[in-house]
């Protein structure tokens, strides 16, 4: 029994490694939310407001945006954006969490969004996951629930131009 559970030990440590690696000075979502929740209420408070670099998976369920969104998503269009000057995606920790397990990512109606939209398209059309590195503030809020007050999370970015689909190199 105990040669059996060293080398399930030794997996179980590299997928948690995995999961919360950081990518050329980008953090992996996984090391601040977990299923679309604040994995620490109290360190993600303090972090509330400030600008972070982190990288996910878009969370092709939740994808809004204006009627301009929806005419380039078609069926993977989810409603309308938060408002007439923005869009907004769902990112993952892992590309293969359950729609809905991701916190929303705020991004400001700009010429680079259409461009965005249509790799995101292409890639849930092939049921392909969509990496991208995104650097913007992260926002938290009092999420209730049936039995807790849990901490919520999104992000806001300034340009469409915070969405990379390759981490951005930092000097």
């Known amino acids: 029994m105990r040669l059996l559970l060293r080398?399930?030990?030794?997996?179980?440590?590299?997928?948690l490694a995995g999961c919360c690696e950081?990518?050329?000075?980008?953090?992996a979502a996984a090391s601040i939310s977990v299923n679309g929740f604040a994995r620490d209420?109290?360190?993600?408070?303090?972090?509330?407001?400030?600008?972070?670099?982190?990288?996910?998976?878009v969370d092709h369920h939740n994808?809004?945006?204006d009627e301009g969104a929806r005419a380039i998503l078609g069926t993977w269009w989810s409603?309308?954006?938060?408002?007439?000057?923005?869009?907004?995606?769902?990112?993952?920790?892992?590309?293969g969490d359950a729609a809905?397990?991701?916190f929303p990512v705020y991004v400001p109606n700009d010429p680079g969004r259409n461009a965005l939209l249509r790799v995101m398209l292409e890639d849930a059309n092939a049921r392909r996951p969509t990496k991208v590195f995104v650097k913007g503030r992260l926002f938290t809020f009092d999420a209730p629930t049936n039995l807790t007050t849990r901490v919520g999370l999104y992000?806001?970015?300034?340009?469409?131009?915070?969405?990379q689909f390759t981490p951005y190199h930092m000097n």
């Open 22 to 27: 950081r990518i050329d000075g980008y953090m």
């Open 79 to 95: 409603g309308a954006g938060p408002d007439a000057t923005s869009w907004r995606f769902n990112l993952k920790i892992r590309a």
């Open 155 to 163: 992000m806001e970015l300034q340009s469409s131009q915070d969405i």
């Open 41 to 57: 209420g109290i360190e993600s408070r303090t972090a509330s407001g400030q600008e972070i670099r982190i990288w996910g998976f």
């Open 7 to 15: 080398p399930m030990m030794i997996i179980f440590a590299l997928t």
């Open 100 to 102: 809905g397990y991701s």
């Open 63 to 65: 994808l809004y945006g």
